[in-house]
């Protein structure tokens, strides 16, 4: 298994623009992933180890798109109906072809091998038969041009092109693809394993009695299901109690088994916030100030040679960083390739004040109206309002130059199906 280059996160210091921090991270992270060969019904959402190439044109050979009759285009009349005899019958996957003679159609279905001359396909909705059932002629609308419904050979992909390539996440249409080509299985990078816990005396688990001052932890399944989408195999090492030994045990023991090891909160320098001193113990940390609302502080380390990550305690906090700066981490390590998701040209249905050299994520929802798509923001903008991120569709962008936004001004939108999947 490949490593992290040494100390790959010892980028602390001063406040740090997103882009800075995101070049930071791409020149320093490699993937730390091994490959294994994986059927094609297992290949959704695993990053892609190889090139694929296909063995074969696309189709194979010339064929019909429609249902309808094959004629050459030479023998239609361009200004009226013509009327031509149909020489026989062709259908998926016949390997017999007749070869219907000039002046002369063919009865053909969709996906069936092209005879050699006929080079044109009529739709059978735009045709007539008549005549005799025993010999029955075709009555062709003028007006087709030709070539059409004619599918060439390699139309769709030639043979020894690359249709998949290394480092890609494979979505529905890339399964589909590779089986195109006649691939039954595919190389992926292997799930990246990662250890998750939380610390903290007042986390509960959903489902337990609440004393006074407790709350559940909710940030833990929250990471939880935010890195299964991305596909790695996530080992839950539960609550640990606020105490130095307990937390660098737990982070000792993870490291030989994983690698990458996530929390969330308990890495400030209060007095009860002992995951910093275990990973500094353990190894180093760096905490990254970002200029960003929210989630400005996050830690980034290494306990041994496995990469750390600390999360803010704030929900709302936890999300916004973990998509816009984990995320591109954990793709890295898998191997993935360095693709920023899609942002897009919106509304603003909201004013705003914000900082300079501060970017910002607003959380919003999208609305139809008569002018198009506008954001409008959720009216509480804590960090710790959950259920912000619940209503919302996604996040307004605002970028750092920016320190007032006007209603009707467009934005960058960012859906949250573009990256909590």
Request: aromatic letters at 4%.
């Amino acid at each position: 298994m490949a490593q992290l280059t040494d100390d790959c996160f010892a980028q602390g210091g001063p406040l740090m623009r997103v882009e800075e921090a995101r070049s930071l991270l791409a020149g320093s992270i490699t993937a730390v992933t091994d490959s294994e060969t994986v059927p094609l019904t297992e290949a959704l959402g695993r990053i892609l180890a190889e090139d694929i190439a296909s063995p074969v044109d696309i189709p194979p050979a010339p064929n019909s798109a429609v249902d309808g009759y094959a004629v050459y285009h030479a023998d239609l009349n361009p200004d009226a109906e013509t009327r031509l005899p149909i020489a026989g019958r062709i259908t998926a996957g016949q390997q017999d072809l007749p070869a219907p003679p000039r002046g002369s159609a063919i009865r053909i279905f969709t996906g069936a091998r092209l005879p050699d001359g006929p080079d044109t396909v009529m739709m059978q909705e735009d045709c007539a038969v008549d005549g005799d059932p025993e010999a029955p002629w075709v009555v062709i609308r003028p007006g087709i041009k030709k070539g059409s419904n004619a599918r060439k050979a390699g139309e769709d992909v030639e043979k020894d092109s690359i249709v998949l390539h290394r480092g890609q996440r494979l979505r529905a249409q890339d399964v589909g693809q590779a089986a195109a080509v006649g691939r039954r299985e595919v190389t992926v990078s292997q799930r990246l394993r990662v250890a998750l816990f939380s610390t903290g005396d007042e986390l509960r688990e959903p489902g337990a009695a609440l004393d006074d001052g407790a709350i559940y932890d909710s940030n833990r399944y929250t990471i939880h299901a935010l890195l299964s989408g991305l596909g790695c195999r996530v080992d839950d090492l539960g609550i640990l109690p606020d105490r130095l030994d307990a937390v660098r045990s737990a982070l000792g023991a993870a490291e030989g088994k994983h690698d990458l090891i996530v929390t969330s909160g308990g890495v400030s320098v209060g007095e009860e916030d002992h995951v910093k001193t275990a990973v500094e113990a353990l190894g180093k940390l760096h905490l990254w100030r970002l200029a960003v609302k929210p989630g400005r502080p996050i830690a980034l380390g290494q306990v041994g040679r496995v990469p750390f990550v600390g999360l803010p305690g704030n929900p709302v906090a936890v999300v916004v960083t973990f998509l816009n700066i984990v995320r591109p981490v954990i793709l890295r390590m898998m191997g993935g390739n360095d693709t920023p998701p899609h942002t897009f040209r919106v509304r603003a249905g909201f004013d705003h004040k914000k900082k300079l050299d501060r970017r910002e994520w607003v959380r919003a929802r999208l609305v139809d109206g008569a002018s198009g798509l506008t954001a409008e923001k959720f009216a509480r903008e804590g960090a710790g309002i959950l259920s912000s991120l619940v209503a919302a569709d996604g996040l307004v962008e605002l970028p750092e130059d920016l320190t007032r936004l006007e209603a009707g001004a467009m934005v960058d939108f960012l859906p949250f199906s573009e990256v909590t999947q």
